[in-house]
C-alpha cells in the first residue's frame, strides 16, 4: 500500500508539472527550447528559496525527474558545496552535483548517433 | 510582343503554351488525396541518396529527366531553364541540375518561385529569347525541417498553425503550341508585410501579398471574377486561405466559390497529420503540374489564375525578431 | 488593402484555431505523470540495488536518458511526443531527446562540427541559463555567510 501511494505521489505530481508546460505551449508564444530553459532555472530559484526542497521530499521522482529536478539539483549542489569550501563552491558544486546526468546525456547522445540514422517523420508517423 | 498594362501586369500577346509537364512527390503526398494523379510516387524519400540535401537534388533532377522524357526533347533543344528549391543558396537545383548542360538561372522565391520560374520561362519564350525553356522547383520535407526547424527526431510540438512541407517536384516546359495550355498574361507581385512574425504561421504572413496580387491583375485587366473557372493559390493552407478571402472580400472581391488551395488539396486534413496544410516551392509546382495543368488539357478547366506564395524569410532573420514580408506571382493560364 | 497591422493581426488571431487544449492537458498529464512513476520505480529498484540517495537519483536520470535515446533512434520518442507535448518535454527525457536529435541530425555534416558542435543547438541554453543561475545562487549564499556569519 506505501508502495501505491508513493508511486501515486511522482504520477500526480510529475504529471501537474507536465501541465504547466503544456499550458506555457498552449498559451503562450514560447518555443520548446525557452520551456526548458525557463523551467530549469525555476528549479535553481524554487530550490535556493526552500521551496522544491519539501516537494521532493513529498513527490520522489515525481519531482527529481521534471527539468525543474535538475534546477533543483544544481541548487542543492551548490548550496553543500559552499558551506564545504566557501566561493569555489559556487563554481563546481552546481556542475559535480548534476555531472552524471549531463555525461550520461552526452555519452548516450553520441552512441545513439553513431549506431542510428534519422528517419523521414512524413513516413514513419 | 507582350503588352504592359501596369507596373505589375503584362499581357502576353503571343500566348506562351505550357508542352509538358512532370510531378514526383514522396510517399505521404502519394498518400493524400491527389495521390494517383501524379507522375511518380517515391516510396522511399531517400531519393537512394545519403543525404537530405542529396535527396532533394536527385527529386528535382528525375522531375526534370522525366519532362524531358515525357516531351522527348533533347537538353540541346532546351535554351534555359529557370529554377529554385528552400535551401541556402538553392543547392537543390544547382546540384540537382548541374548534370544537365543546359543554361541555368536560379531564383529563389521561397514557396512563390514555381510561379516565379513559370514567368520567367514563359516572358523568355513571348520574347522570342527561348524556344523552350523549362521551369522546375522543388521541396523536401526533411531538408526544410533541418534547415527551417528542428531536427528530424526532435519530440517538439507542432503549432495548429504551423504548415508540412511537401515533399516533391513539378517541372514545366515551356514553348510555342497551338493546342496547349497557354499562359495569357503575369501579374509580377510587391513585397508585402502586415508584420506577423510567427514562423509558425506562414499562410498569414503570405496572405496580404496574395490579395494584393489578386487585386492588382483584376484591376489592370479590368477582369471579372466570373470569368474564370479557379483562383488557385500556392500554399496558404487553412489559416491563410482564410485570411485572403477574408481580405479581398473587404476589398469587394468576392472568390470564396472559386478559391483552391494546392497547400488544402494536397493532404486529407482528416487522415494525415499536417495541421494548416502543405507548404514549400514543390506543393504548388506538384499540384499544378500533376492536378490543374491536365484539367486544362482536358478542358475540364478553362481559365484560370494560379497564384503561388512564398514566405520571404530565413530562420536568422526570424530569429532576430522581425516580421516575415510575403510575395505572391501570378500567372494567366487557359485551356488552350 | 487599407488595413493597419494592428488591424490584421486581430483577423489572423480570429483564422487561426487554438491548440485542442482538452486533448493536450490530459495528455501531458498522463504520460509526464508515467514517465515520473517509472522513474520511482527505478528508485526503488536502484535503492533496493543498495545504492545511496544521491547515486540512486543520478542513475535514475542516466537510465532515462538511456532510454530516451534509444527511442529516439528508432524514431519512436517523437510519434509519442506528438501525443504527449510537454508530457515528455518537461521530464528529464525532454533534454535527453533535445541533445539526441540533432547529433544524429547532424552527423551528415561531420562528426565534430556537425555531431559533436550541433549536440548542443537546443540543450545548451539549458546548460547555460541552469548552471548561471546556480552560480549566481552560490556567490549569494557566499555574501550571505560572510556577512550574516
Known amino acids: 500500500m506505501d508502495i501505491f501511494i508513493e508511486y501515486l505521489k511522482a504520477f500526480v505530481v510529475g504529471g501537474l508539472i507536465c501541465v504547466v508546460g503544456q499550458l506555457l505551449i498552449d498559451f503562450t508564444k514560447l518555443t520548446p527550447a525557452r520551456i526548458l530553459v525557463g523551467f530549469v532555472v525555476a528549479g535553481v530559484i524554487l530550490g535556493a528559496v526552500g521551496l522544491y526542497g519539501p516537494l521532493v521530499e513529498f513527490a520522489g521522482a515525481g519531482a527529481t525527474v521534471p527539468l525543474t529536478g535538475f534546477g533543483y539539483n544544481l541548487a542543492k549542489g551548490v548550496k553543500e558545496a559552499v558551506e564545504e569550501s566557501g566561493l569555489i563552491g559556487a563554481l563546481t558544486g552546481g556542475l559535480k552535483a548534476s555531472a552524471g546526468g549531463i555525461a550520461a546525456a552526452i555519452f548516450f547522445s553520441l552512441l545513439a548517433a553513431l549506431i542510428f540514422k534519422p528517419s523521414d517523420r512524413s513516413i514513419s508517423g | 510582343m507582350a503588352t504592359r498594362l501596369s507596373q505589375s501586369t503584362i499581357r502576353l500577346d503571343k500566348p506562351p503554351a505550357i508542352l509538358e509537364h512532370a510531378s514526383i512527390v514522396g510517399k505521404k503526398e502519394g498518400d493524400g488525396p491527389l495521390g494517383q494523379e501524379f507522375d511518380a510516387v517515391n516510396e522511399d524519400t531517400t531519393f537512394g541518396e545519403k543525404t537530405w540535401e542529396k535527396s532533394e537534388s536527385r527529386l528535382q533532377s528525375n522531375a526534370v529527366n522525366m519532362l524531358l522524357d515525357k516531351s522527348r526533347t533533347a537538353t540541346s533543344d532546351v535554351d534555359v531553364m529557370f529554377a529554385g528549391d528552400l535551401l541556402n543558396q538553392c543547392i537543390g537545383s544547382t546540384y540537382g541540375l548541374r548534370e544537365l548542360d543546359i543554361p541555368f538561372l536560379g531564383l529563389f522565391g521561397a514557396c512563390s518561385t514555381m510561379a516565379e520560374s513559370l514567368i520567367s520561362a514563359s516572358l523568355f519564350v513571348e520574347g522570342g529569347l527561348a524556344s523552350k525553356a523549362v521551369a522546375v522547383t522543388s521541396s523536401h520535407f526533411c531538408t526544410a525541417e533541418r534547415q527551417f526547424r528542428f531536427p528530424l527526431e526532435y519530440g517538439g510540438v507542432r503549432t495548429p498553425t504551423s504548415q508540412w512541407t511537401v515533399t516533391g517536384s513539378g517541372a514545366v516546359l515551356v514553348g510555342c503550341d497551338e493546342n496547349k495550355p497557354k499562359i495569357r498574361a503575369v501579374t509580377i507581385g510587391k513585397i508585402v508585410d502586415l508584420g506577423i512574425t510567427d514562423a509558425n504561421n506562414m499562410g498569414a504572413a503570405m496572405a496580404p501579398a496574395a490579395c494584393s496580387t489578386i487585386k492588382t491583375y483584376f484591376h489592370d485587366t479590368r477582369e471579372h471574377i466570373e470569368n474564370f473557372d479557379a483562383i488557385i493559390t500556392g500554399d496558404l493552407g487553412k489559416v491563410g486561405s482564410r485570411l485572403l478571402c477574408e481580405l479581398l472580400e473587404r476589398d469587394g472581391i468576392n472568390i470564396r466559390d472559386k478559391h483552391l488551395d494546392c497547400g488544402c488539396l494536397i493532404y486529407d486534413f482528416d487522415q494525415q497529420d499536417v495541421h494548416a496544410g502543405g507548404s514549400g516551392c514543390g506543393c504548388c509546382a506538384s499540384v499544378l503540374c500533376a492536378h490543374f495543368l491536365p484539367k486544362l488539357e482536358r478542358g475540364e478547366l478553362k481559365r484560370v489564375l494560379f497564384c503561388a506564395t512564398g514566405a520571404l524569410m530565413s530562420p536568422t532573420i526570424v530569429q532576430q525578431g522581425e516580421s516575415i514580408p510575403g510575395i505572391c506571382h501570378l500567372a494567366e493560364i487557359t485551356e488552350n | ?149
Not at chain 3, 509519442?80 to 536529435?101: D, E, W, Y
Open chain 3, 1 to 149: 488593402m487599407n488595413l493597419t497591422k494592428q488591424e490584421y493581426e486581430k483577423l489572423n488571431q480570429k483564422a487561426s484555431k487554438n491548440t485542442k487544449s482538452y486533448i493536450t492537458l490530459p495528455m501531458a498529464f498522463l504520460v509526464g505523470g508515467l514517465i515520473c512513476t517509472l522513474g520511482q520505480a527505478l528508485m526503488d529498484l536502484y535503492s533496493t540495488l543498495g545504492f545511496n540517495e544521491k547515486d540512486a537519483g543520478m542513475l535514475v536520470s542516466a537510465s532515462l536518458i538511456f532510454l530516451t535515446a534509444l527511442f529516439t533512434g528508432l524514431s519512436l520518442f517523437n510519434v509519442l511526443a506528438k501525443h504527449a507535448g510537454a508530457g515528455t518535454l518537461v521530464p528529464i527525457t525532454g533534454f535527453a531527446n533535445a541533445m539526441v536529435s540533432p547529433a544524429l541530425e547532424f552527423k551528415s555534416e561531420g562528426f565534430i562540427l556537425g555531431l559533436g558542435a550541433k549536440m548542443f543547438i537546443i540543450a545548451g541554453p539549458v546548460l547555460v541559463y541552469g548552471i548561471s543561475a546556480s552560480i549566481i545562487y552560490g556567490i549569494i549564499l557566499y555574501l550571505v555567510q560572510v556577512f550574516a556569519g
